[in-house]
Nanobody, 127 residues
Framework: QVQLLESGGGLVQAGGSLRLSCAAS????????MGWFRQAPGKERELVAR????????YYADSGKGRFTISRDTAKNTGYLQMNSLKPEDTAVYYC????????????????????WGQGTQVTVSS
């Protein structure tokens, strides 16, 4: 089992920045990749970005391109999502998720391919 704990969410004005953290504990050696997803009110949960744990290779969905940066610290078993130039439409609950195996690009957004999920952290961007 892997436990994921997100932190770093909060209320920020438009144009501001936040850095989300996702601390992994438990049987983390089985983690192949970590993804950040978000769910806005009334919308489906969507992929923001994904990182391969060992290589650091990254993938960004359209929602995360340009303003967000995903990273990880393997020594701390922690993943990060740096969010800059935040907009009101970025308001959502942000979740980190861990997957235990490689995926094709077409599978990155498939939430069923991720084995473990955090409880989520609220990000609210005011205009």
């Amino acid at each position: 089992q892997v436990q994921l704990l997100e932190s770093g969410g909060g209320l920020v004005q438009a144009g501001g920045s936040l850095r989300l953290s996702c601390a992994a504990s438990g049987r983390t050696f089985g983690t192949y990749a970590m993804g950040w997803f978000r769910q806005a009110p009334g919308k489906e949960r969507e992929l923001v970005a994904r990182i391969v744990w060992s290589s650091g290779g990254t993938y960004y969905a359209d929602s995360g391109k340009g303003r967000f940066t995903i990273s990880r610290d393997t020594a701390k078993n922690t993943g990060y999502l740096q969010m800059n130039s935040l907009k009101p439409e970025d308001t959502a609950v942000y979740y980190c998720a861990a997957g235990s195996g490689p995926l094709t690009i077409n599978q990155y957004r498939d939430q069923s391919k991720y084995d473990y999920w955090g409880q989520g952290t609220q990000v609210t961007v005011s205009s």
